[in-house]
Structures are given as structure tokens and as C-alpha cells.
Nanobody, 118 residues
Framework: QVQLVESGGGLVQPGGSLRLSCVVS????????MSWYRQAPGKERELVAAITQIGTTNYADSVKGRFTISRIYGANAGYLQMNSLNAEDTAVYYC????????????WGQGTQVTVSS
């Protein structure tokens, strides 16, 4: 059993910052790509940022220069530092990890709400 637990969401004013965390636990041989997705009301889930096993990163155009994805390999943890937040960033943010626990498989966290409002 593999679990992803996110934390760090909340209410923040425009221009503010938040740091999301994702901890992967369970029977894990290896973690490949870790990613953050978000889903705003009435919209499809979209990729925000991803980081591969060797540290290659990829960002949605809408967050480039404002968000930074990182991970701690030994701790099976990933982070999303979000700066200069605006109302369009309001969404539920989900952590995703491609995990080898006897076979490669996608796992998702439960989501954490980020609300940007004055």
C-alpha cells in the first residue's frame, strides 16, 4: 500500500506565498516522477509542475518563474513553493507520484485546497 499525503494549502492574499508538501509512504522500491496537478472549479485537472528522478523539472507556462518544484529523495518527499500567487491559482492541488512497489504505478494524494483571495 502506497499513500501520498499533501499539506500546506490554505488561504493567502494575492501576491503571497505558500509551500505545499507531499510525503510518500508505504512499500516503495523507487519513485520516478513526482508531479503537482491542480483542479479549479468547473475546470479540468491540469499539470502544474513535475520533477523526474534525476531532477529534471517541467512547469506549466502559467506558473513559470513563480513556482518551484523540488524533492528530497531519501525522505520520499516533494514540495511546491508557490510565490506571487493570484486568484487564478485558486484550486485543489494534488500530488502525483509514479512509484515502483513491485510494478510501476501512478498514485495520487487526496488534494489540498489553495485559495487566493483578499
Amino acid at each position: 500500500q502506497v499513500q501520498l499525503v499533501e499539506s500546506g494549502g490554505g488561504l493567502v492574499q494575492p501576491g503571497g506565498s505558500l509551500r505545499l508538501s507531499c510525503v510518500v509512504s508505504g512499500r516503495i522500491a523507487s519513485i520516478n516522477t513526482m508531479s503537482w496537478y491542480r483542479q479549479a472549479p468547473g475546470k479540468e485537472r491540469e499539470l502544474v509542475a513535475a520533477i523526474t528522478q534525476i531532477g529534471t523539472t517541467n512547469y506549466a507556462d502559467s506558473v513559470k518563474g513563480r513556482f518551484t518544484i523540488s524533492r528530497i529523495y531519501g525522505a520520499n518527499a516533494g514540495y511546491l513553493q508557490m510565490n506571487s500567487l493570484n486568484a487564478e491559482d485558486t484550486a485543489v492541488y494534488y500530488c502525483n507520484a509514479v512509484v515502483d512497489n513491485g510494478g510501476w504505478r501512478d498514485y495520487w494524494g487526496q488534494g489540498t485546497q489553495v485559495t487566493v483571495s483578499s
